[in-house]
């Protein structure tokens, strides 16, 4: 393990209150948003979206490291230029997804466990030459009645804590991500505990498989009501929900916390990160650990519905991409607000 290389990739990923751009969705959920936007999930259109975002020029001034998925390593521009060069040359460090996505968990039917622990260790090896310098996990937990139970808890937490050992054996930072889904009718309330609960657990078994705490990256759900819930959930009260409950769970030492969007609309998933930035959400700052974005939807959607798979819509797609990129940085610096949405 090169400790003052996984320092320093912490540091640049959080540097200039830049964050990540997740863009690691596996085929079949790069498939979905291709459906979406009535495309084939064919490699070929996989490979020109994700031109369309790597080329955005200018990304770099707000995104420190972008997250790929394993296709996407080896995929090429139009013109023959490797994806993996391009995010180089823009001072963009590369991550990638090493999880190999979800499995239900034995016993447990309506709960899932995430695989890919088997042949971590060379596969780790080959990223890391390959030019990687950090990598995610990714373990989902729903909440119903009953659910999520200690089970499926302790199990992707012993997962979670096993790849950011192998990870940092090689010198690459683990991204560790325990997504508390945000589907259902429970409230603010309920999804705190449960974040709690798993986060306690997460960070037990770090420990226990000897992480350092400071050359990884967390990357945890806010704290929020159910998306089928009636009760409002104002900004600042997500805020302050997820700053307790990171505060209440999440070591001092952690190197940082980047965030996921889970399903929030791109200008909400903004507007909580920066109410979490401002002091009149009333929690004791300074935050003990730099707090920015790993966002997928919320930094992806509008470039994705503008490209629409038309070349000539690349530009503004880029555009759209860009302006959300620096809404978010925006918001990590607690300088966000609604007009930068209307220009
Ligand atoms: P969303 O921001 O769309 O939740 O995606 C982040 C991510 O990387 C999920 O694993």
Redesign the pocket.
């Known amino acids: 393990m090169e400790t003052s290389l996984l320092l320093g990739t912490v540091q640049k990923l959080f540097a200039s209150a830049k964050g990540l751009l997740?863009m690691?969705e596996s085929e079949g959920t790069c498939n979905k948003r291709l459906a979406s936007i009535g495309l084939p999930g064919t490699e070929e259109n996989r490979r020109a979206y994700r031109e369309v975002l790597v080329t955005t020029p200018g990304l770099g001034e707000s995104i420190s490291g972008a997250?790929l998925y394993d296709e996407t390593l080896y995929q090429c521009t139009t013109e023959g230029r490797h994806f993996v060069q391009i995010l180089a040359e823009a001072g963009i460090l590369i991550g990638i997804?090493v999880d190999q996505g979800t499995q239900t968990l034995a016993g447990h039917p309506t709960e899932k466990v995430t695989e890919g622990l088997d042949g971590l260790r060379t596969r780790l090896k080959t990223y890391f030459a390959m030019g990687a310098r950090f990598a995610?996990w990714?373990a989902v937990f729903s909440i119903a009645q009953g659910i999520p139970s200690r089970a499926a808890i302790e199990a992707n937490a012993l997962a979670l804590a096993r790849y950011a050992a192998l990870c940092q054996e090689s010198s690459l930072v683990p991204i560790v991500?325990p997504?508390v889904l945000m589907d259902g009718g429970h409230t603010r309330s309920r999804c705190q505990e449960v974040t709690e609960e798993v986060l306690h657990e997460v960070f037990r078994q770090l420990v226990v498989q000897g992480v350092m705490l400071e050359g990884m990256i967390l990357?945890p759900n806010m704290v929020l009501a159910g998306s089928s819930s009636a009760e409002p959930d104002r900004v600042d009260q997500v805020a302050s929900s997820t700053l307790h409950c990171l505060l209440r769970s999440v070591p001092a030492a952690v190197g940082g916390i980047a965030f996921?969007?889970?399903?929030q609309s791109g200008e909400r998933?903004s507007a909580c990160l920066d109410a979490m930035h401002r002091p009149e959400t009333g929690v004791a700052t300074p935050l003990p650990w730099p707090v920015s974005f790993?966002?997928?939807?919320?930094?992806q959607q509008p470039a994705l519905e503008i490209w629409g798979g038309q070349a000539a819509n690349r530009g503004s797609a880029q555009q759209a991409l860009l302006h959300r990129a620096r809404c978010n940085r925006a918001a990590v610096e607690g300088r966000y607000n609604l007009g930068m949405e209307s220009g």
């Open positions: 997740a690691d997250i997804k995610k990714r991500e997504e990357k996921l969007s889970g399903g998933a790993s966002f997928g939807r919320a930094l």
